[in-house]
């Protein structure tokens, strides 16, 4: 009797963890597509590339696009599946014969863990290799879109950015004569040189424009200098971003400790800067030089640096509790599930997901705001994925006891 018992649970936890299994790739199959479409047609039309370059982007982004459909994908399978099972009277048949339904639960929720890991890894890779990935293919892009355009043309116009050229000889350009219209200025500053060349900085995200014996007018200055110059053209002016520096959003995590320990020695030696002009300013007598006004610019450089150090000390815990969301939707879906006992899958994610979406997404956003500006300890970002466990774990319980 009990070998009999014990081959009916082990058929019913593999079927419920196949089920579960299957649903989820299909689920984040269909969701990824989506979601992958959606961000190559956003970069088409933000970049303006081509068929050639979209084929190349298309790994890049694909991190992106699970990373976004993973917690997604495994609410809607345990809440499709478990609901199912409830509906069919299964975990009641389980639990009439002395036996906790949580048997059947156990290796979901191992599997969700497995998920959250994959979630956090991807997470990294997208914005690591995936990121960089995506900004060296427009860099070459660029490229090979401002040759194009100079071969058929003669001319390469981008943003604030125009060149024209009498000739292209493979990837020299010929008395090429450019416009930069720089920000705060009604006159653009026209530079002209005898030759010049483009070539994508892949480490710098910068697109290169090398000119050789340059002749440069402007609203205020006018100088004709001999030799190899060039204008660096960054790859956020380039997509019109307002963007200056690098996010620390877009950091992998092997590379926040030396991120952090850079922004710590820039406010170390601001504030040994300002001691020692402080001790010179009372030794010679300058006390105007100790006004609030003459600090404003170390203050202000000691507060951004602040702020991006506040950032990096939160984005580690941020991408691991974003990862391990999945975790928490699964123990909150599986019982939210059973309750209902629907066999429908959509009615049972929809009436999952709406609290999810009320109470768990505002409570992250608002905690990794604040500890981004230091208001909030770092750790606090695990607080949504806390309450979930703790809601999933109660209601858990009440259902195996009932």
Known sequence: ??????????????????????????TLGVMTTIIFVVLLGKQAVDSGLGLGGLLRLSPYILPSALQFTLPGAILLAVTGVYGRVAASNELVAIKSLGISPMIVVWPTLILSVLVSFAAVRLNDVAVSWGRRGQERVILESMEAIAYGQ???????????FKV??????????????????????????VVSAATAQFAANIDKGELVLRMKDID?????????????????????????????SRSPSNYALSEIGLAKAAEIDVIRKTEQDMSTEAAFAMMTGEFDALGDDAWSPQQ???????????????????????????????????????????????????????????????????????????????QCVWVGNIVLLLIGLYLMRREVRH
């Open 1 to 26: 009797m009990h070998r009999q018992l014990d081959t009916r649970v082990r058929i019913l936890t593999k079927y419920v963890l196949g089920e579960v299994l299957k649903t989820f790739l299909l």
């Open 150 to 160: 100079l071969r058929t043309r003669g001319s390469f116009e981008h943003g604030n």
């Open 164 to 189: 024209n050229v009498k000739a292209v000889e493979g990837r020299t350009l010929i008395q090429p004569t450019m416009r930069i219209r720089e920000r705060g200025t009604d006159v653009p500053r």
């Open 216 to 244: 440069a007018t402007g609203d205020t200055e006018e100088f004709i200098a001999p030799g190899v110059k060039q204008q660096e053209f960054p790859l956020d002016e380039l997509l019109g971003s307002r963007k200056s």
């Open 300 to 378: 202000r450089a000691i507060r951004n640096a602040q702020n991006r150090l506040n950032r990096f000390y939160t984005e580690p815990y941020r991408r691991w509790s974003n990862g391990f969301s999945c975790l928490a939707f699964a123990a909150v879906g599986i019982p939210v599930a059973v309750m209902l006992r629907k066999g429908e899958m959509l009615a049972s994610f929809f009436a999952c997901f709406m609290p999810i979406l009320i109470v768990y997404y505002p409570m992250f956003m608002g905690t990794v705001v604040s500890a981004k500006k230091g208001n909030l300890p770092p």
